[in-house]
């Protein structure tokens, strides 16, 4: 009797480990697939809009380099489309010395850290109207504001579940399955060019591909519900299921049978 109870332990015991071993396997092996779907996902989102946003900041240079014409404003409006807002050309003060069109809304004034690193670089930072962000960069002595519509710029499907922000982690775009803004922190980048994280507890849990648009200091991030990219492992737990317990009720059975 006591082979026969400590053979069933056994049994049951290793057909146990076997399963939880591979459940944890199968659930870290689909955690990777969607990380490296979701990585490739905001490389090819980043690298679209670097070259969006290039062209806007050619349209901003053409602008500045110009003769003021009307004509030349109302070609640049047509080429930049529905998500171009308006170009104004800056003095380092952050004075308008020209624009587009009237006078800007939702892009002025800037405060003097953004125009000191206007000066020095490519700078992106949100609009103050809540629906755009402007790129800022510096053509001799005088700065060029480019303000663009982020809803008419962004692909809506593509950025159904993903983010755009600065590179610090300041938001400038959420998709519409986000329930929730998510924390500056956790947008950040920092020294990296691109990273996969988790962000988020519960239901909206999700696992974040950030990336980082080259030649511009923003950041893309496609996103997934760790639910919705485990959904396939949920559905295999029943079998799993069955794989542990099958053999326990069975094994108890013939104990029984044994031990009669």
């Avoid at 057909?15 to 955690?31: K, N, T």
């Amino acid at each position: 009797r006591t082979t026969v109870v400590l053979s069933l332990v056994m049994i049951c015991g290793s057909f146990a480990a076997a399963g939880v071993i591979q459940l944890r396997l199968d659930r870290g092996r689909a955690l990777d697939q969607a990380r490296q779907f979701e990585t490739r996902r905001a490389a090819e989102m980043a690298s679209d809009l670097s070259v969006e946003l290039d062209r806007y900041a050619a349209l901003g240079t053409a602008f500045a380099n110009a003769t003021g014409s009307a004509e030349a404003s109302a070609a640049l409006s047509d080429a930049g489309g529905d998500a171009l807002g308006h170009i104004a050309l800056l003095d380092n003060s952050g004075n308008v010395l020209s624009q587009m069109k009237g006078a800007p809304q939702g892009l002025l004034p800037l405060s003097d850290a953004v125009l000191a690193d206007a000066a020095a670089g490519r700078v992106v930072g949100p609009g103050t109207d809540g629906e755009s962000f402007a790129l800022l960069f510096a053509l001799g002595k005088r700065i060029v504001a480019v303000q663009i519509d982020s809803d008419a710029l962004l692909h809506p499907a593509r950025m159904r579940s993903g983010v755009l922000a600065t590179r610090s982690g300041t938001l400038l775009e959420l998709g519409a399955n986000w329930n929730a803004p998510p924390a500056m922190d956790a947008l950040a980048l920092g020294d990296s060019d691109h990273e996969t994280r988790f962000i988020g507890d519960g239901a909206d849990r999700r696992l974040v591909a950030l990336h980082i648009v080259p030649g511009w200091p923003v950041v893309t991030g496609a996103s997934i519900r760790t639910g919705k990219a485990l959904m396939a492992w949920y559905a295999s737990l029943p079998l799993f299921a069955f794989f542990i317990i099958g053999p326990a009720l069975a094994g108890a059975g013939l104990a029984g049978v044994f031990l009669r």
